[in-house]
């Protein structure tokens, strides 16, 4: 007895599948927020804090080029050279505010500890309000002097 294949049928259109929302870089929007802040408020410091561009994903071979250039991992996103208050300068790790904040990886959290030891301040800001309130309460502390 020879059996028989059932008819060809052609199965049913795929269901397009609903557009994947591209994701929001807040803790970046908060950032830039920041910097129009500053640039508003304090305009002297804005002339001198700078971001540490060292996130963010790359091809493996510029990420190896960048680290053996001196990237690290773990360094704070902010710097302000400015002395006050017995500390050599602000550092800060800059984190979008709750609910988008994402938590201080170990490795951020022991840079932090390293740049405190040598006596600077590295602090933690969770949005632009913290951040503009951290570098206030910094600006108003007086200036160290070298001896």
Known sequence: MIRQRPPFRNPAPAKPKPARAKPVDRE???????????????????????????????????????????????????????????????YIEFKAKPPFDAPVSATQDAFLQLLTNENYLAIVCRGNIDAVEAIRAYLLQPATVAA
């Open 28 to 90: 970046g929007q908060e950032q830039a927020a920041l910097m129009k802040e500053l640039q508003l408020r304090y305009p002297q410091a804005y002339k001198l804090i700078y971001h540490v561009p060292n996130g963010g994903h790359r091809i493996k071979a510029v990420a190896a080029k960048l680290k053996g250039q001196g990237v690290k991992a773990g360094v704070p996103d902010l710097v302000l050279p400015m002395a006050r208050g017995g500390y050599f300068g602000l």
